[in-house]
């Protein structure tokens, strides 16, 4: 089964910084991400990486401030976040799309076609 598990979030100062991640297993995909959601707004992308070649996507909104990455054996997703505004604060999930190979992410990304969600972690930024 596939699992992913986020775990990192908290609550921080405006201008601090935190580090998520996020916990895979039981699968093998390309295009994995991360996204938000704050009470009474709609999903938004933050970020992608296509596992194959390293590339990655950002939103506008965290470009320059918050970083994707993955663990040298590809099963832990990171982001780096650092000048966290309370804008930011929303519930963060992971994100991977295992139902075919991909030659990018960009059209899974920009359409939030993943398949497999992590349950989240709070991000509460004052």
């Known amino acids: 089964d596939v699992q992913l598990v986020e775990s990192g979030g908290g609550s921080v100062q405006a201008g601090g910084s935190l580090r998520l991640s996020c916990s895979a297993s039981?699968?093998?995909?390309?295009?994995v991400g991360w996204f938000r959601q704050a009470p009474g707004k709609e999903r938004e992308g933050l970020a992608a990486i296509y596992t194959g070649g390293g590339s990655t996507l950002y939103a506008d909104s965290v470009e320059g401030r918050f970083s994707i990455s993955q663990g040298n054996a590809s099963d832990t997703l990171y982001l780096e976040t650092n000048s966290l505004k309370p804008e930011d604060t929303a519930m963060y999930y992971c994100?991977?799309?295992?139902?075919?190979?991909?030659?990018?992410?960009?059209?899974?990304?920009?359409?939030?076609?993943?398949?497999?969600w992590g349950q989240g972690t709070q991000v509460t930024v004052s």
């Open positions: 039981g699968y093998s995909s390309d295009c």
């Open positions: 994100a991977a799309e295992t139902t075919r190979r991909r030659l990018g992410c960009r059209t899974v990304y920009e359409n939030q076609a993943f398949d497999n």
